[in-house]
């Protein structure tokens, strides 16, 4: 278990002096290796069946110290709060689909095209989270398919 991209985020661990535990590791490449943005009760649930005797508090700590050490963050939707890793190596923008919530990491460079500022501002950093629905998901056919939500944004299926 773990890739590079697991390694990557646990050398941050340690640069920044935190103990790395069975627990943290497996948190980080949870993160990584899920195609869509989790809850703290998600984390937990999946955390669980490795480590049965974990609480959910701790695993909530686990999040906390990870999102202190900006490893990840946390971003609403649905209403909920969830939680990805902070990947600062390539700029990026993530698509989301509001349907299934899969995320889609996009390239997105500002400094090929630049966000428009006024003058006096200067830019340090951005986070843009685009909306929508994914390929699969746009298909009418496959709407009801995967048994989850079906009840579409209100709004979304007007006609063109
Ligand atoms: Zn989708």
Redesign the pocket.
């Known amino acids: 278990m773990g890739t590079s991209a697991d390694h990557a985020y646990i050398a941050k661990l340690v640069h920044h002096g935190a103990r790395i535990t069975e627990q943290r590791k497996k948190l980080i490449h949870l993160l990584a290796s899920c195609e869509r943005p989790l809850s703290a009760m998600e984390i937990y649930q999946e955390l669980e069946r490795s480590f049965p005797r974990m609480s959910f508090g701790t695993v909530y700590q686990n999040i906390k110290l990870l999102a202190d050490l900006e490893l990840i963050e946390s971003f609403v939707i649905s209403n909920q709060l969830r939680y990805r890793l902070i990947d600062r190596d390539q700029p990026h923008y993530h698509f989301i ?1 509001m ?2 919530e ?1 995320a889609t990491s996009i390239p997105f460079n500002p400094s090929e095209t630049p966000i428009p500022l006024p003058q006096q501002l200067t830019f340090v950093d951005f986070k843009l989270d685009v909306f929508g ?2 390929e ?2 746009s298909d009418p056919g496959t709407l009801v398919s995967n048994g989850k939500k079906t009840n579409r944004i209100k709004g979304a299926d007007r006609h063109e």
């Open positions: 689909c349907d299934c899969k629905y994914c699969l998901c």
